[in-house]
């Protein structure tokens, strides 16, 4: 009786010793099949939907020629990827993440198109300014060479007034925050000019420059430059007094305090001006290019609606958010590489 | 009795400089964000031998922070000399370090490169500047985070990262203003220990500000109680303690050590009431 008590007890702590399965708290689990079917099979779905409706539903109100369709290629092209992708999901695992986002946007874009089909099929809405779907994706078909011209031309325009001005943002901002004698002789005329928007300049920097395009490039210089430096200069004046003291009493003179501490710590509220700027010099570009240059994405916007060709509106419309998107991520990605550090302490 | 450990070693040099304070007054104006104004430290005369290890305390509010950034050279004084290794303080210098209430790492270097920062700013070669900062840090049990964030350690770790950064320069005087003041008791206990020990290794001069009265007894060689505000030296209390204390475990359990603490909380009493009568 005691013994087998004593051996029920040593059992017990054997089985306590056995140590307990290490779960790994930090592994993010993969999507399950399950949401990838819910998130997969919708899309294929909608996609049928806005295929059915574009060959089924007859066209209301006769037209001259039959335009070219390119939305029932694209269409298939879409169920392709959502099936190829539907595949892929279940042989590379940890791409799940990725197919998903895809099959979000794809479920949007479809549900959007549906009725701007239906409407159209039924000639509820009508062409020039509410073209058909097929014909805004010919424009990427048709027009691509001037369309890729233009977008060649806007992102040069874009990205050299843009460097221009966040560098002399980033300049006058340091100088602003780190002298007490530039802010105190500047900061009054800084305040009065920069909130001045750049369109209010197009006057004058029409007369001022000898062409549109360094007209276009003050422009947006201005535009990203007054952000940047109201960002960086109260970056700077917030750089905590107490890493100035302990870098002074290392013995870091000014250059290295500037370099070393003032920028690094001011870096933060840089980006919050670059990213801000960047709006602004998105639409500065746009306006630029409408006012006199005679390339670009904005000088094709007006060009299509002086023909009333509204379909490649909208599809250079959709081309500047794109590009947009991209150019936001560039300056992310240079964000991530040089504030890294700010990862455990702020929500990434 | 206390349990000395035999000193086999030769007396090591003395290395830091002496500290000298002649009259030092330091006067604030009011308002700015401080609710009193006026006389902060009041005529302050004050000798610190070269390598000795000194502990500062004194009431709330009477001035030890204020004589400490004196001493740096963070801020001038209103009246008097301030004088480090026989030379006038007249701005923060890499020869004296500091060790701030925060520890004040910059957040954007890993802990090497923080403690390389001073070397390098002084024109230490960055091979020399990281063997330095390795060492001391290797010294106060941190090698193996060289390259991590400050805010990746705890807060005993970074004070320690302070520490090294603050003594990697090599200075002749070391500062040090409530270091240890956020961190929990047994924490406190170690690190100051590792301060200790680094103030037997390099023989400089140690000034350590602190409110823990018991803290001030076991750390330095004297004592020195500020009055209350505006602040002047009310009394110097010698301690007459082994000097590798780390060793002696059960020092804080003998009789000379708690006739010292008693000795030093009296002084601070006196002076508390003072204060308080004065309002």
């Given amino acids: 009786m005691a013994s087998e008590e004593l051996h029920t007890a040593i059992s017990t702590v054997d089985r306590a010793a056995v140590p307990p399965p290490t779960v790994l708290l930090d592994a993010i689990p993969l999507p399950s099949d399950r949401i990838i079917n819910l998130r997969a099979g919708p899309t294929v779905i909608i996609w049928l939907t806005v295929l059915a409706v574009h060959t089924l539903i007859p066209q209301a109100g006769a037209t001259f020629k039959v335009p070219a369709d390119y939305l029932s290629p694209a269409a298939l092209l879409v169920l392709g990827i959502a099936l190829a992708t539907w595949g892929f999901a279940y042989i590379a695992r940890g791409r799940r993440e990725n197919v998903l986002a895809i099959y979000r946007v794809l479920i949007v874009l479809g549900i959007a198109l549906i009725p701007w089909e239906v409407a159209e099929r039924l000639a509820w809405i009508k062409p020039p300014f509410f073209p058909t779907v097929s014909k805004v994706i010919g424009v990427y078909i048709e027009d691509y060479p001037t369309l890729l011209l233009s977008i060649a031309y806007s992102m040069r325009l874009m990205i050299i007034g843009y460097v221009i001005g966040s560098t002399v943002g980033i300049c006058s901002g340091l100088a602003l925050g780190w002298s007490k004698h530039v802010s105190n002789w500047a900061q009054f005329w800084m305040r009065l000019i920069g909130p001045i928007p750049a369109t209010a300049w197009i006057p004058l920097a029409i007369v001022v420059f000898p062409n549109t395009f360094s007209a276009g490039i003050f422009l947006i210089a201005f535009a990203s430059w007054f952000p940047v430096m109201m960002l960086t200069s109260s970056g700077v004046a917030g750089v905590p007094k107490a890493l100035l003291e302990a870098a002074q009493t290392l013995g870091a003179d000014n250059k290295r305090l500037l370099r070393h501490v003032v920028i690094p710590a001011a870096l933060p509220n840089v980006f919050v001006g670059l990213f801000m700027s960047l709006g602004t010099a998105f639409a500065i570009l746009v306006v630029a290019e409408m006012m006199g240059v005679k390339a670009g994405l904005g000088w094709y916007i007006t060009w299509a609606q002086g023909w009333s060709e509204y379909h490649k509106v909208y599809a250079s419309m959709l081309v500047l958010g794109a590009l947009f998107i991209i150019v936001v991520s560039g300056v992310f990605k240079v964000r991530d590489r040089l504030l890294s550090w700010q990862k455990g302490i702020i929500r990434w | ?279």
Wanted: proline letters at 6%; glycine letters at 8%; aromatic letters at 6%.
């Fill in chain 2, 1 to 279: 009795m206390v349990a000395t450990t035999p000193v086999s070693q030769s007396v090591p040099v003395t290395q830091g400089s002496d500290v000298e304070l002649l009259g030092v007054s330091k006067n604030r104006p009011k308002g700015a964000g401080r609710e009193t104004g006026g006389l902060v430290l009041n005529h302050v005369n004050l000798r610190v031998e070269p390598g000795s290890f000194v502990s500062i305390v004194g009431p709330g509010g009477c001035g030890k922070t204020t004589l400490l950034r004196l001493l740096a050279g963070l801020e001038p004084p209103s009246a008097g000399h301030v004088h480090v290794g026989g030379q006038t303080v007249r701005g923060p210098s890499p020869r004296r370090g500091i060790i701030f209430q925060d520890a004040n790492l910059f957040p954007w270097l890993s802990v090497l490169k923080n403690v390389t920062f001073g070397p390098l700013s002084v024109g230490v070669s960055l091979k020399d500047a990281e063997s330095r900062a390795t060492h001391w840090l290797s010294f106060l049990g941190l090698s193996k985070f060289l390259h991590r964030y400050p805010h990746e350690l705890s807060g005993g770790m970074q004070q320690r990262v302070a520490i090294a950064r603050a003594i990697v320069n090599e200075p002749d005087l070391l500062l040090a203003d409530e270091p240890f003041g956020g961190l929990d008791w047994i924490t406190r206990e170690q690190v100051c220990d590792e301060l200790l020990r680094l103030w037997h290794t390099t023989r400089k001069t140690f000034i350590y500000v602190t409110h823990a009265l018991e803290e001030a007894v076991y750390i330095s060689q004297r004592v020195i109680i500020l009055s209350a505000r505006p602040g002047t030296v009310a009394k110097v209390i010698e301690v007459n303690l082994p000097e590798q204390r780390w060793a002696a475990t059960d020092l804080r359990f003998t009789p000379e050590y708690a006739r010292l603490v008693e000795e030093v909380r009296e002084v601070f009493a006196e002076q508390t009431a003072l204060a308080h009568n004065s309002r």
